[in-house]
């Protein structure tokens, strides 16, 4: 097992939080990543009060293990926040927006808060407004976020924020990414795209299997699949997808998408109840090149860790004495 | 001393290489790295004889150590790798373009054949042409380049390409990264911006005064800096700089830019001779936010080694003995 700041915060095995991805992390796959001695966040996204009372309560009743919720702020408000902290969440994360309005209620209720960045001047916000940890997500993660690499980030907001622990995201599906993100001084990694495609991810088969046959080169950021959605998200998030039918379609014509909202929402919708991927959206990020087949959650989260640790031990060796 | 196939390609104390910037890696800059114990590549550019012949003799004549140069490989031509290959450089660098025609001639010289690719496909290609090592260059990096990020790159061209060493360029300039780098299974790092703000450096002292006070944020890639100098870079590729004036006047605007071209060049290379960096150029990659000042580049390389050699030497004591 790996020990940091973060697995001793939550009495965690292996410093690993899952991504709390909307439509994919549900109650199911966060407790099943908890019960493997990581941290699951189960994926609360625009904050839909039935979706988040289910899913909740699947988590509570299948992990004995420390669970989280996260949230995509811009989107929510305190009553939400207070519909997930009934459920006594050990942690709760909030991304893209603004975290200082949920922030008091969600320390006062002795709650871990995850606050995710994509700059560092947004990460000394984060440590202002009370972040127990942060994560710097880089632009090669899948979903939303923003232009800058995980590589160069991380360390930068690890210097802007000391002592608070950072935690690395977006590129990361393996052990060798983890034992990366550790040496750029990370606490751990949040991970999405890779737990996209295991057993318990609560999206369709046919999306898993495409996520699978992807390669980085066919991901790419765009606003096409908020448009069609109606989603108001605020100009500096795009999604980074898999490219596919309907973003080749209106890539650069997102006018002539809002012009043909009508028509092109219901078939959207369609297309996301028929699992039909030619125009329904699958967020993924570019580290699908290091994901080949769907794992349970578990044997990932065991894998992944063990794979880090034999990296890290492997790291001594590295070490020559001078001979010359 | 960090010890990998790399270092033992060319006898180095130190898995670092030098990015063959053009107008910044001159023989000076190179010779200070290579004499530090890393490997110094002069930056032939777009394959100027002249400037060339006055760069090779230079780094000839102040280091006995292993050294080597880089070329624009859409640019150059035989002549251009005939002249360099005269001075007997133990290692030559092509990037972006097709290296296959001068692979052999390359190789016939008795020198190593150093292949820089932005995608996994492309580092296939460069296996085939007999690349003795590989660099996979993420987005994140100064200059030129494409939009594959670091993090996820490196691992996926790790395995393409196994057994030729690889290493990571983009975004790193610290013992973090590097260390990180190699985690991922790279055998070492190639640097740019942060040897961009050496002493040995060719550039205007302004220049390296101004990305100091940079920031990522700063950055951005763009073609309007190739479109006002008349280089005709392959579509795939564009240059991260920072934003200056110039940048923001013709950002979204390169149509309009070729049109007043007669006219904006003189003004653009007046610009270049004064050191008027509100118009000309200065190359910078994400890592700025890591580099805070000027140093001697010998000085860079011990430090950033050092750096990296704690961080592995720590990645033993993360790993816990299981008390749960």
Same mark, same amino acid.
């Given at each position: 097992?790996?020990?940091?700041?973060?697995?001793?915060?939550?009495?965690?095995?292996?410093?690993?939080?899952?991504?709390?991805?909307?439509?994919?992390?549900?109650?199911?796959?966060?407790?099943?990543?908890?019960?493997?001695?990581?941290?699951?966040?189960?994926?609360?996204?625009? %904050?839909?009060? =039935?979706?988040?009372?289910?899913?909740?309560?699947?988590?509570?009743?299948?992990?004995?293990?420390?669970?989280?919720?996260?949230?995509?702020?811009?989107?929510?408000?305190?009553?939400?926040?207070?519909?997930?902290?009934?459920?006594?969440?050990?942690?709760?994360?909030?991304?893209?927006?603004?975290?200082?309005?949920?922030?008091?209620?969600?320390?006062?209720? =002795?709650?871990?808060?995850?606050?995710?960045?994509?700059?560092?001047?947004?990460?000394?916000?984060?440590?202002?407004?009370?972040?127990?940890?942060?994560?710097?997500?880089?632009?090669?993660?899948?979903?939303?976020?923003?232009?800058?690499?995980?590589?160069? #980030?991380?360390?930068?907001?690890?210097?802007?924020?000391?002592?608070?622990?950072?935690?690395?995201? %977006?590129?990361?599906?393996?052990?060798? @990414?983890?034992?990366?993100?550790?040496?750029? @001084?990370?606490?751990?990694?949040?991970?999405?795209?890779?737990?996209?495609?295991?057993?318990?991810?609560?999206?369709?088969?046919?999306?898993?299997?495409?996520?699978?046959?992807?390669?980085?080169?066919?991901?790419?950021?765009?606003?096409?699949?908020?448009?069609?959605?109606?989603?108001?998200?605020?100009?500096?998030?795009?999604?980074?997808?898999?490219?596919?039918?309907?973003?080749?379609?209106?890539?650069?014509?997102?006018?002539?998408?809002?012009?043909?909202?009508?028509?092109?929402?219901?078939?959207?919708?369609?297309?996301?109840?028929?699992?039909?991927?030619?125009?329904?959206?699958?967020?993924?990020?570019?580290?699908?090149?290091?994901?080949?087949?769907?794992?349970?959650?578990?044997?990932?989260?065991?894998?992944?860790?063990?794979?880090?640790?034999?990296?890290?031990?492997?790291?001594?060796? #590295?070490?020559?004495?001078?001979?010359?």
């Amino acid at each position: 097992m790996i020990a940091t700041a973060l697995t001793e915060m939550f009495d965690l095995l292996h410093p690993i939080v899952l991504a709390p991805m909307g439509s994919v992390s549900g109650g199911e796959l966060a407790a099943a990543v908890s019960n493997a001695g990581a941290l699951g966040l189960v994926g609360g996204g625009y %904050g839909d009060h =039935g979706w988040l009372r289910t899913e909740l309560d699947r988590v509570r009743d299948r992990t004995q293990r420390p669970w989280g919720i996260g949230l995509i702020t811009w989107s929510i408000d305190q009553d939400t926040i207070d519909i997930a902290l009934a459920y006594s969440p050990a942690a709760f994360m909030l991304s893209f927006g603004d975290p200082r309005p949920y922030a008091p209620s969600i320390k006062a209720a =002795g709650c871990k808060l995850i606050i995710q960045v994509q700059d560092v001047e947004d990460a000394r916000l984060a440590k202002h407004a009370g972040a127990d940890i942060i994560v710097a997500q880089g632009s090669e993660a899948g979903g939303h976020g923003c232009s800058r690499a995980t590589l160069p #980030l991380v360390p930068a907001v690890v210097d802007a924020v000391a002592p608070i622990p950072v935690l690395a995201a %977006g590129g990361i599906a393996d052990g060798r @990414g983890l034992a990366a993100a550790l040496m750029l @001084g990370a606490d751990g990694v949040l991970m999405g795209t890779r737990f996209c495609a295991s057993v318990e991810a609560m999206c369709k088969e046919a999306s898993k299997q495409r996520l699978i046959a992807s390669r980085a080169n066919d991901t790419a950021r765009t606003r096409v699949f908020d448009i069609v959605r109606g989603l108001s998200w605020p100009s500096e998030y795009t999604g980074r997808a898999i490219r596919n039918s309907f973003f080749e379609r209106w890539e650069h014509r997102e006018g002539d998408l809002t012009v043909a909202l009508v028509m092109e929402r219901e078939k959207y919708r369609a297309a996301v109840r028929a699992g039909d991927y030619d125009t329904a959206v699958i967020w993924a990020g570019e580290a699908v090149d290091l994901i080949d087949r769907v794992e349970s959650a578990g044997t990932l989260v065991e894998q992944i860790s063990a794979d880090a640790e034999s990296q890290l031990r492997g790291a001594a060796d #590295l070490i020559a004495s001078p001979s010359r």
